[in-house]
């Protein structure tokens, strides 16, 4: 079986449960909704507290079974047709047919994790208002669980000179740990200058408010093509000076996101070498990758530089906890030191124990108001 039985993932899933007496077990790149098109619309289900489901969806807790590796195909550059990108959006709803504390509550407890960091996105075309509303639905959802720790994103359509403010305002409000930049989807292109700057003076605001950053590392995306796939790739992340933060800069899947193997022997991973080796404040986290692609990464980073994150719910977090187990196994590397090391020494390290909510960020939160359901306005069709 090219993949992990059913019996084997089980018994990594107990062994990393085992680790938690040893601190808490964090996971770093959770997503509290669909991200990517942010067009689903939820309602509370009233026989299951905590649970939001789409219309026509029924939820059911995480089961561990058998892993399947997958391959990374080399996609093209072609425009995809919208009958493809209605299909995708239908396969999305598959994984995001349900959110909500107790959504998470239970990948957590599947996975033997204790704490996770929920990165939204603001969408292209945002703006500060729109983002706000969704950032008040996610807090509103998730706020009274010292297990779920958010983060913010920067809406597209700010100047770069008003990204820092917001990012204060959000910090001050939402009690913010870090900040998520996804170039793909919010239509960033750091492959211009005027973006470049913008980016840097993300960098440049966050290192003072003291917030961490999650950039989207990668190209070859499935949902979209030509120029705006290659939006967050190496080839334009390199030119960025990420020691403008003093604050963690961690590029999201490795910054090699849907990166075919071979690309990424003989021209990502040397280029994310050098990089790592430019920027001491940089790291990389472990989702979204396949199985041979997680291997070369683990082989590849020192592993004072890897925080593990699994990109739930796009993929299982219990799947990604026991293949990141699998890989650490045929490297033949000590597993239970180095996953304690992705998973718990390195986030308390990178985030500076902002993982975990203080008492005072409790009590100076605005009254809550309460959201059983929330209904995104769908953006133009990409």
């Known amino acids: 079986m090219n993949g992990i039985p059913a019996e084997l993932s089980e018994r990594y899933l107990q062994e990393v449960a085992e680790l938690r007496c040893s601190g808490p077990l964090y996971d770093t790149h959770v997503h509290p909704y669909e991200v990517l098109f942010d067009r689903f619309a939820y309602q509370q289900d009233p026989s299951l507290p905590g649970v939001l489901s789409m219309p026509g969806k029924c939820y059911l807790p995480p089961a561990a079974g058998p892993v399947k590796f997958g391959e990374v195909p080399e ?35 599947r996975s033997g994790l204790d704490r996770v960091l929920l990165l939204p996105v603001a969408a292209e075309g945002s703006d500060a208002a729109q983002f706000e509303l969704r950032m008040q639905w996610i807090r509103d959802l998730y706020g009274d669980d010292d297990r779920f720790s958010l983060a913010g994103s920067i809406p597209p359509t700010l100047e770069g000179d008003q990204i820092e403010g917001y990012a204060a305002h959000l910090k001050e409000r939402f009690a913010i740990r870090a900040i998520k930049c996804h170039p793909v989807v919010s239509g960033i292109n750091l492959g211009t200058s005027c973006r470049k700057t913008w980016l840097e003076a993300l960098l440049e605001g966050c290192h003072r408010l003291g917030l961490p950053v999650v950039i989207h590392g990668g190209r070859n995306n499935p949902y979209w093509a030509c120029a705006r796939a290659d939006f967050g790739s190496l080839t334009h992340l390199r030119q960025l000076n990420f020691s403008l933060s003093g604050s963690p800069v961690i590029l999201a899947h490795a910054g090699m996101h849907r990166c075919p193997l071979t690309e990424m022997e003989r021209e990502a991973l040397p280029v994310l070498k050098k990089m790592l080796a430019r920027h ?44 990141t187990v699998h890989a650490l196994h045929s490297l033949g590397a000590g597993w239970q030191q180095r996953f304690l090391q992705f998973s718990s020494t390195n986030p308390h390290k990178v985030f500076e124990n902002v993982l975990l909510p203080a008492d005072s960020d409790q009590k100076s939160r605005p009254p809550r108001e309460t959201l059983t359901s929330f209904s995104s306005t769908p953006l133009p069709s990409p």
């Open 280 to 323: 001491d404040n940089l790291y990389v986290d472990l989702s979204g990758l396949e199985f041979e692609q997680l291997k070369l990464v683990l082989a590849s980073v020192a592993p004072e530089r890897i925080l593990f994150g699994s990109d739930a719910l796009y993929t299982p977090q219990w799947e990604v906890v026991a293949t």
């Open 75 to 109: 996609l093209g550059t072609e425009l995809r047709p919208q009958r493809l990108i209605d299909i995708a959006v239908m396969l999305l709803g598959r994984m995001y047919g349900s959110v909500g504390p107790r959504v998470f509550s239970d990948q957590l407890s």
